[in-house]
């Protein structure tokens, strides 16, 4: 079957640190994987996104490579910021037509200055 | 593009009472909706995947006829909880995809809940 797995939370860093955030996976077939991030209160927003192996995702100095071999599509950001401070969901499509994504528990990110 | 909103955004109710929540892709044309709860701290749960014109498909443990859930369009869904008690206050929130994209799921802003 198809499963997520993150660490587990909540990470605390102080401004300027490195993060990285751990995800593996487990799949039949070849799926997408995506990050989600959720502030206080809000939906969840796309962060990043990688369709096939050895892609990248970036976005606002997020990364993430989604490595077959490891299976494991672990989020990174070489400074974090306070704004940074959120949930973050690692998920996986398995690219059939109505199928929801799958979510990994969710990761809380506290960033202090 | 691929904006996907809900309303209420937020609603206090009183036990017994039902609660309509309507999920519109604004646009473009979804193909299959789907409605997730969240508990706090918690990740997200998908309580149900919609097709437009056709009955919703519920994950085990949800009950339907508690969580009612009308595709009735390819651009609305929505789910009504009926008779509410405090134990259904939560955040739910949808999704939708496209038909040419269905990989890749366009989420709602989500709604909270709180019953009295």
């Known amino acids: 079957g198809n499963s997520v797995t993150q660490m587990e939370g909540p990470v605390t860093l102080s401004e300027e640190a490195f993060l990285t955030i751990n995800c593996t996976y487990t799949a039949t077939g070849y799926p997408s994987l995506f990050w989600y991030v959720q502030y206080p209160g809000e939906g969840l927003q796309l962060l990043l996104k990688a369709t096939k192996a050895d892609d990248k995702g970036s976005n606002k100095g997020f990364e993430a490579t989604y490595r077959k071999e490891t299976t494991s599509f672990h989020l990174e950001k070489g400074s974090v910021q306070v704004s940074d401070s959120a949930v973050y969901f690692c998920a996986l499509s398995p690219n059939q037509a109505g199928t929801a994504l799958i979510f990994g528990k969710g990761t809380t990110l506290s960033v202090s200055s | 593009g691929a904006v996907v909103s809900q309303h209420p955004s937020w609603v206090i109710c009183k036990s017994g009472t039902s609660v309509k929540i309507e999920c519109r892709s604004l646009d473009f044309q979804a193909t299959t909706m789907f409605w997730y709860r969240q508990f706090p701290k918690q990740s997200l749960m998908l309580m149900a995947t919609?097709?437009?014109?056709?009955?919703?498909?519920?994950e085990q443990g949800v009950e339907k006829d508690k969580f009612l859930i009308n595709h009735a369009s390819l651009t609305l869904s929505t789910l009504t909880v009926t008779s509410a008690h405090p134990e259904d206050s939560s955040f739910y929130i949808c999704?939708?995809?496209?038909?040419?994209?269905?990989?890749?799921?366009?989420f709602g802003p989500g709604t909270r809940l709180t019953v009295l």
């Open positions: 919609s097709n437009e014109g056709s009955k919703a498909t519920y």
């Open positions: 999704s939708a995809t496209r038909s040419e994209k269905y990989n890749e799921q366009f």
